[in-house]
Structure formats: structure tokens, C-alpha cells
């Protein structure tokens, strides 16, 4: 389960169709996403982490720190 994306939904008062519609996926895939039942493709974490201005990690749980962590700069 990944408490954290339905948390800042709920938050943001986003129905789970309204993340569905950004993500272009069924509400419920995005309801399997939250409960866990349903593996979270690596292009959702990203398009997650943007959309909310967060990390991967924190969408995750893997850290408390909301701040996303710096574009990587591009070589000329």
C-alpha cells in the first residue's frame, strides 16, 4: 500500500479520477496503484513526483523530506 499518493490526493481534493485522467490509466488502476494491489510502473512514480512537486522516495516512503531532488544539469 502506498499511503502517501492517496494522502496528498486527498489533500489536494483529487478523486482517484482525476489522477487517472492525468495519468491516462483507468481509476481503477490508479485505485490498485494506492491500495498496492497493483505494481506502480516506474513513468507513474515520475509523473506522480511532478505533478506534486514531492520525490519518488517520498511517494514511496523511503524518506520524510518532500523536496524533490535537483534536475540533473545537461551536458552542452
Known sequence: M???????R???DL??????????C???????????????PTAVWMALARFYGVSVDYLMGLTDERK???APRRRP
Do not use: M, N, T
Open 26 to 40: 483507468s481509476q481503477v488502476s490508479y485505485s490498485y496503484y494506492e491500495l498496492g494491489k497493483r505494481e506502480v
Open 2 to 8: 502506498y499511503p502517501r499518493i492517496r494522502d496528498l
Open 68 to 70: 524533490p531532488y535537483p
Open 15 to 24: 478523486k482517484q479520477r482525476d489522477l487517472a485522467e492525468y495519468l491516462q
Open 10 to 12: 486527498e489533500d489536494a
